[in-house]
């Protein structure tokens, strides 16, 4: 059985970092692109970024260019950098499996953490 957690959330100020990690088990990691979703309150939830099997990386235009993901296959973990936070980045935040390539719809993705609030203050 699949399983995600998240750890790394919290409260940042305006213009901070955050790292977000997603532990992953019950799965040939190295086979698996990871998405990360949003989801704030009263909004759909959102694809952030992703990262192929292959380590190919995909972001919403509203996170280029700040938030970056990465993978370490010895770990099975998934990490989502994010710097220059602003407060519309406020969310919970999912990480989701899915097998070899990225999906950008939460329907792509059959296996998914229980989130990790992130809040940042302006």
């Known amino acids: 059985q699949v399983q995600l957690v998240e750890s790394g959330g919290g409260l940042v100020q305006a213009g901070g970092s955050l790292r977000l990690s997603c532990a992953a088990s019950g799965l040939t990691f190295s086979n698996y692109a990871m998405g990360w979703f949003r989801q704030a309150p009263g909004k759909e939830r959102e694809f952030v970024g992703g990262?192929?099997?292959?380590?190919?990386?995909y972001y919403a235009d509203s996170v280029k260019g700040r938030f970056t993901a990465s993978r370490d296959n010895a770990k099975n973990t998934v990490y989502l950098q994010m710097n220059s936070l602003k407060p519309e980045d406020t969310a919970v935040y999912y990480c989701?499996?899915?097998?070899?390539?990225?999906?950008?719809?939460?329907?792509?993705?059959?296996?998914w953490g229980q989130g990790t609030q992130v809040t940042v203050s302006s």
């Open positions: 990262i192929s099997w292959m380590s190919n990386t």
């Open positions: 989701a499996a899915r097998l070899y390539a990225v999906g950008y719809s939460r329907t792509d993705f059959g296996s």
